[in-house]
């Protein structure tokens, strides 16, 4: 399979070179060049996750890995479960948080760091990667202690939960961290000036680890088809909405891509908090990003979310129907009401959760039932939840291990000179 760069279709490349590459020239995103439409979707709902999930991707990855080469990425990078948890009569939940830490990415950094380590050939490499919250510690437990990989991370000081910073801070080794004294934002922005320097670039082997690598947006394909597979026993034939809450909306792009394979996904609510631009962008047609504002979604905290053109790329081609999209901003309030309300249903959950909840949970028609992702684990968001809820809540053993560990991040303004010294020392 050959991808090609959404700026400029003259550059195409193979799996391997894409998930090396990151991002194309002038910034643009590598997207699969032809989307096989799967005729035996039902058949493959019957499979197990990992076997099901070799079928799913192995055309993405024709001529760069073999079924069998796959089959042993996935089987070591899917090695827990996506669970689909009911939460009432037409609502349920899909859990992406049983992995090692804890939150949606791990699936696809493991299946990156596993693809990487295949296509490197001993090549020295720099994963640098932005994180609002869960991606640090799920690219740097997936590449922690590879060799010839150095992994470093920028995050907005002051502005993720302390135990999400603990679960990557904490490492040490071939993880480095550096706390920017910007948003999230600032910290996006400095991973691509560093792509943009062609000579930093090329000294340092650099890559990054972000959602904009669509072999982490492959994998996260596969979790959407094992909810369907999972939720089928409870569905009756009611038509399946997708409420994701979105930041980059790399999670979206993964869910439209399975629709165009066949995974018979009805339609999708896009949830965001106060960082609304994609919602606001739906009604009005103008791209009109604010400055980013801090919420207790952190992790949701991107006004100018980099896999947005994907997304439009698929609407516009008709490779998804704009029909099938609805967007809905869900302010700080009812983001807690909604935890409340989750809550007094039995379920615990936590603010991410809580928006993509809210945004679907009145809209549904009786046909209908609707999957809203739970992307981290409730106590990832301890502080937040606790006071939410007025109750404490318990530390998974994950969290619990790195709570007392020290932080090893240095601060850094958000100045591209300092870290093109820092990376280049
Ligand atoms: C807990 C959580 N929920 C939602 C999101 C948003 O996902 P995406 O960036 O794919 O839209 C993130 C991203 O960091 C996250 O960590």
Same mark, same amino acid.
């Given at each position: 399979?050959?991808?090609?760069?959404?700026?400029?279709?003259? +550059?195409?490349?193979?799996?391997?070179?894409?998930?090396?590459?990151?991002?194309? =020239?002038?910034?643009?995103?590598?997207?699969?060049?032809?989307?096989?439409?799967?005729?035996?979707? /039902?058949?493959?709902?019957?499979?197990?996750?990992?076997?099901?999930?070799?079928?799913?991707?192995?055309?993405?990855?024709?001529?760069?890995?073999?079924?069998?080469?796959?089959?042993?990425?996935?089987?070591?990078?899917?090695?827990?479960?996506a669970k689909v948890n009911s939460v009432t009569e037409n609502v349920a939940s899909l859990e992406l948080?049983?992995?090692?830490?804890?939150?949606? $990415?791990?699936?696809?950094?493991?299946?990156?760091?596993?693809?990487?380590?295949?296509?490197?050939?001993? /090549?020295?490499?720099?994963?640098?990667?932005?994180?609002?919250?869960?991606?640090?510690?799920?690219?740097?437990?997936?590449?922690?202690?590879?060799?010839?990989?150095?992994?470093?991370?920028?995050? &907005?000081?002051? $502005?993720?939960?302390?135990?999400?910073?603990?679960?990557? #801070? #904490?490492?040490?080794?071939?993880?480095? #961290?550096?706390?920017?004294?910007?948003?999230?934002?600032?910290?996006?922005?400095?991973? $691509?000036?560093?792509?943009?320097?062609?000579?930093?670039?090329?000294?340092?082997?650099?890559?990054?680890?972000?959602?904009?690598?669509?072999?982490?947006?492959?994998?996260?394909?596969?979790?959407y088809?094992e909810a369907l597979a999972q939720l089928k026993a409870q569905q009756n034939?009611k038509?399946v909405v997708l409420s994701? *809450?979105?930041?980059?909306?790399?999670?979206?792009?993964?869910?439209?891509?399975?629709?165009?394979?066949?995974? *018979?996904?009805?339609?999708?609510?896009?949830?965001?908090?106060?960082?609304?631009?994609?919602?606001?962008?739906?009604?009005?047609?103008?791209?009109?990003?604010?400055?980013?504002?801090? #919420?207790?979604?952190?992790?949701?905290?991107?006004?100018?979310?980099?896999?947005?053109? =994907?997304?439009?790329?698929?609407?516009?081609?008709?490779?998804?129907?704009?029909?099938?999209?609805?967007?809905?901003?869900?302010?700080?309030?009812?983001?807690?009401?909604?935890?409340?309300?989750l809550?007094?249903l039995g379920y615990?959950s936590? &603010?991410?959760g809580?928006?993509a909840y809210?945004?679907m949970v009145?809209?549904l028609?009786?046909?209908e039932v609707g999957l809203f992702l739970g992307?981290?684990?409730?106590?990832?968001?301890?502080?937040?939840? /606790?006071?939410?809820?007025?109750?404490?809540?318990?530390? *998974?053993? /994950?969290?619990?291990?790195?709570?007392?560990?020290?932080?090893?991040?240095?601060?850094?303004?958000?100045?591209?000179? +300092?870290?093109?010294?820092?990376?280049?020392?």
């Amino acid at each position: 399979m050959k991808y090609y760069n959404l700026k400029d279709n003259t +550059e195409q490349v193979s799996f391997s070179q894409a998930v090396k590459q990151g991002l194309g =020239r002038n910034q643009g995103l590598f997207f699969p060049e032809h989307i096989p439409a799967f005729d035996n979707v /039902e058949e493959l709902l019957e499979l197990g996750l990992v076997e099901r999930s070799v079928e799913v991707l192995a055309p993405f990855v024709e001529g760069d890995l073999t079924k069998e080469e796959l089959l042993q990425v996935i089987d070591s990078a899917f090695n827990f479960p996506a669970k689909v948890n009911s939460v009432t009569e037409n609502v349920a939940s899909l859990e992406l948080y049983h992995g090692p830490t804890l939150a949606f $990415k791990d699936f696809g950094a493991r299946f990156m760091a596993q693809c990487l380590s295949r296509f490197t050939d001993g /090549e020295k490499i720099t994963i640098l990667t932005a994180t609002s919250g869960d991606t640090g510690a799920a690219v740097a437990h997936a590449f922690h202690g590879l060799d010839n990989i150095e992994v470093v991370i920028l995050y &907005p000081k002051g $502005k993720i939960s302390l135990l999400q910073e603990k679960m990557f #801070t #904490t490492l040490g080794g071939n993880i480095r #961290t550096i706390a920017i004294e910007g948003s999230f934002d600032d910290c996006q922005a400095l991973v $691509k000036q560093s792509f943009d320097d062609k000579e930093l670039a090329k000294a340092i082997g650099l890559n990054s680890a972000n959602s904009i690598n669509i072999s982490r947006l492959l994998a996260q394909i596969c979790y959407y088809f094992e909810a369907l597979a999972q939720l089928k026993a409870q569905q009756n034939d009611k038509k399946v909405v997708l409420s994701v *809450p979105s930041g980059n909306f790399g999670n979206l792009t993964a869910a439209m891509l399975a629709k165009a394979l066949g995974l *018979p996904i009805e339609r999708f609510v896009a949830a965001t908090n106060a960082n609304d631009t994609v919602p606001r962008y739906l009604q009005t047609g103008e791209w009109a990003p604010n400055d980013t504002v801090a #919420t207790i979604s952190n992790a949701m905290d991107v006004s100018n979310p980099n896999n947005w053109p =994907r997304i439009e790329f698929m609407l516009q081609e008709g490779i998804i129907d704009k029909s099938s999209l609805t967007s809905k901003m869900i302010d700080e309030e009812q983001t807690q009401a909604a935890v409340i309300a989750l809550n007094n249903l039995g379920y615990l959950s936590e &603010p991410h959760g809580g928006v993509a909840y809210k945004a679907m949970v009145n809209e549904l028609s009786e046909d209908e039932v609707g999957l809203f992702l739970g992307t981290a684990h409730p106590a990832k968001f301890k502080e937040v939840v /606790e006071s939410i809820l007025g109750c404490p809540l318990a530390l *998974p053993k /994950e969290l619990a291990d790195c709570a007392s560990e020290q932080i090893l991040s240095i601060d850094m303004a958000p100045d591209f000179a +300092e870290l093109r010294k820092f990376l280049l020392a």
